[in-house]
């Protein structure tokens, strides 16, 4: 949205895009406890609606408002334009939820493309490997 902020729908779909840009880059992801991953056919993965999605729920609700209030903090200008950008950049993951509980178009072909561009290098811990990266894409963000 900083790139664009006379043309709002542009910059909210460039935020979209460079959602999927950083997933095909290695980077550290937290884990899901309600998440069930399925190797041989990764379209088939489960999210359970339970206690444990809870915890991930508030898990997830915790990193989005930090990486909100973070974007706000870090990028001058219009506060509420950095904060649409950010949700823009974030909506990717909410509509991964989405397809879980419709398996439907078009959210089938968005989860497709989701997997097939998302990096294959997991990082599994907190590491410099997994948080260089982010900063230095921070700071890019910041400059441009």
């Given at each position: ?125 907190i590491s410099f490997a997994g948080i260089i990266p982010q900063i230095v894409i921070i700071i890019l963000a910041g400059i441009i």
């Amino acid at each position: 949205m900083k790139l664009m902020p006379y043309h709002p729908a542009i910059g909210l779909s460039l935020a979209f895009a460079s959602h999927f840009v950083l997933d095909a880059l290695p980077h550290w992801d937290y884990h899901l406890d309600s998440y069930e991953y399925n190797k041989k056919d990764p379209l088939k993965s489960v999210i359970h609606l339970n206690k444990k999605f809870l915890g991930d729920l508030a898990k997830m609700g915790l990193d989005g408002t930090f990486g909100l209030i973070l974007a706000i903090i870090l990028f001058s200008g219009n506060w509420f334009l950095i904060a649409l950008g950010a949700i823009g950049a974030m909506f990717p993951d909410f509509l991964q939820f989405v397809y879980l509980q419709t398996r439907r178009e078009p959210f089938l072909y968005l989860q497709r493309f989701h997997l097939w561009i998302h990096t294959k290098h997991e990082i599994k811990k907190i590491s410099f490997a997994g948080i260089i990266p982010q900063i230095v894409i921070i700071i890019l963000a910041g400059i441009i």
